[in-house]
């Protein structure tokens, strides 16, 4: 699977748009990006997966760009509640393959 | 829907018992799970996949005799920690494949060995 970079951290005030970025420039023309996040001492939460359209819904918006090298999460209105360590992972297929965790953005929103 | 459970929770165990997890996927069957471990401040790490009716596959450094899987249906797996040591103190979570692209995961297992 290809590898992906993400910022170690970043702050987002309460009510605002949270834009998390990933760069996967390596991504082959299989692999699906995914994002899930994981609040602390829970397991991880599916958010939304795509290939190379953008994706929406309840919980946030995926932007993919054209060339498909990076991709954006974007939670609309930031809660206190979305605290958490968020991963971008990129998997081959749709089948029941293991996801492999890197090391994610530890998003902290502030009141 | 796609809910796994774990259980428990939350356990501690003294130096030399064994400790066994569960993992159920409760409105789906789910051939092939997997299970993580996640040290503090860490990222999860795979640790095994486990196949339904057959033997589990370890990743390199993992040792099978001491992290016995079983998964003898489509809805259950299990992790069983052997002769725990404090050093195998960690988060365990499981995950189940949905079909559908997406995985479900357990709410975890804080395991203390003492």
């Known amino acids: 699977d290809a590898k992906t970079t993400q910022p170690t951290s970043m702050d987002c005030a309460e009510g605002r748009a949270a834009n998390l970025p990933c760069n996967h420039s390596t991504i082959s023309g299989n692999e699906y990006v995914y994002w899930y996040r994981q609040i602390h001492s829970q397991g991880p939460q599916y958010i939304i997966h795509g290939l190379k359209n953008n994706e929406t819904n309840e919980m946030a918006s995926l932007i993919i760009t054209e060339d498909r090298k990076s991709s954006t999460l974007i939670l609309p209105h930031a809660t206190l509640r979305d605290t958490a360590v968020y991963y971008c992972i990129v998997r081959a297929g749709a089948g029941s393959y293991q996801l492999t965790f890197g090391k994610g953005t530890k998003l902290s929103v502030i009141p | 829907g796609a809910v796994v459970s774990q259980h428990p929770s939350r356990v501690i165990c003294k130096s030399g018992t064994s400790v066994k997890i569960e993992c159920r996927s409760l409105?789906?069957?789910?051939?092939?799970m997997f299970w993580y471990r996640q040290f503090p401040k860490q990222s999860l790490m795979l640790m095994a996949t486990?196949?339904?009716?057959?033997?589990?596959?370890?990743e390199q450094g993992v040792e099978k005799d001491k992290f016995l899987i079983n998964h003898a249906s489509l809805t259950l797996s299990t992790l069983t920690v052997t002769s725990a040591h404090p050093e195998d103190s960690s988060f365990y979570i499981c995950?189940?494949?949905?079909?559908?692209?997406?995985?479900?995961f357990g709410s975890g297992t804080r395991l203390t060995v003492v």
């Open positions: 995950s189940a494949g949905t079909g559908r692209g997406g995985y479900t």
């Open positions: 409105d789906f069957q789910a051939t092939t």
């Open positions: 486990s196949n339904e009716g057959s033997k589990a596959t370890y």
